[in-house]
């Protein structure tokens, strides 16, 4: 479905990798976006992630705000996909068929954790490789570790919007067919931070929960008035898709 520009999946967590695991057996390249309302905005702001983000084989709704705004403009209840979610679900599909992973992002330490947890949660998984995500200056050296390592699936933590753009850049020297940005999900692999409860999440709250554990992200918040003015003017000017 077309929201602010964008084609988002309107359906749900179970499609989406019916849809995903079609294209990786194809060996066809998937650059998956999960989308919130802050990425949105600085797609606004910035022309050159507006076209990663256009140009993306597929977007799912990670963020309540694309949620609402759907509903907002389309009158239509879409089901919002967290990223972590989905990846999750991607290593469990990684665990049942072979498929080997490549896991890039974090911290060193918290990478090395998170991939040490990862195999022991799913035991067989094939793990090709992985790598911290502070590499300023070393991109050759890193798309060159993921090559040799010929993996099927890059999951990649590296923060909005760098993650979105190191895949976009080298996705087309790239082995695997599945690419998706991850975000904080190495610091919750790793045991270094919990996500929220149910109930928060299933509430939409989730974002809130993680900015009150790290107030740091207080000032990331001020994209919400900008996201709901872009909102608003979609609708009054009658250019709900666009």
Not at 67 to 88: C, H, N, S, Y
Request: proline letters at 3%; a positive charge; glycine letters at 12%.
């Amino acid at each position: 479905m077309n929201v602010l520009g964008y084609r988002v999946l309107a359906g749900s967590k179970q499609a989406a990798l019916i849809r995903i695991g079609d294209r990786l057996g194809r060996g066809e390249k998937t650059h998956i976006i999960t989308l919130n309302s802050e990425m949105v905005v600085a797609g606004r702001r910035d022309p050159s992630f507006q076209r990663v983000l256009e140009e993306a084989d597929l977007i799912i709704p990670d963020g309540i705000g694309v949620v609402w705004a759907t509903r907002f403009l389309r009158r239509v209840r879409i089901m919002r996909i967290p990223g972590i979610d989905l990846a999750e679900q991607l290593l469990k599909t990684a665990q049942r068929t072979g498929a080997r992973v490549y896991l890039l992002g974090a911290r060193e330490a918290v990478n090395k954790e998170a991939v040490g947890r990862i195999t022991e949660k799913y035991p067989g998984i094939v793990i090709a490789g992985n790598h911290h995500g502070y590499f300023q200056g070393q991109e050759e050296l890193v798309i060159e570790d993921i090559i040799a390592g010929s993996p099927d699936i890059l999951l990649v933590g590296m923060g909005s919007p760098g993650q979105e753009f190191f895949i976009a850049h080298a996705r087309g020297r790239l082995p695997a067919a599945v690419m998706m940005g991850v975000g904080g999900s190495f610091d919750i692999w790793a045991g270094y931070r919990k996500r929220a409860s149910r109930w928060i999440q299933s509430a939409g709250l989730e974002w809130l929960y993680r900015t009150l554990v790290d107030l740091g992200r207080v000032r990331r918040l001020t994209f919400i008035p900008s996201f709901v003015w872009l909102v608003l003017s979609a609708k009054l000017t009658g250019r709900s898709a666009a």
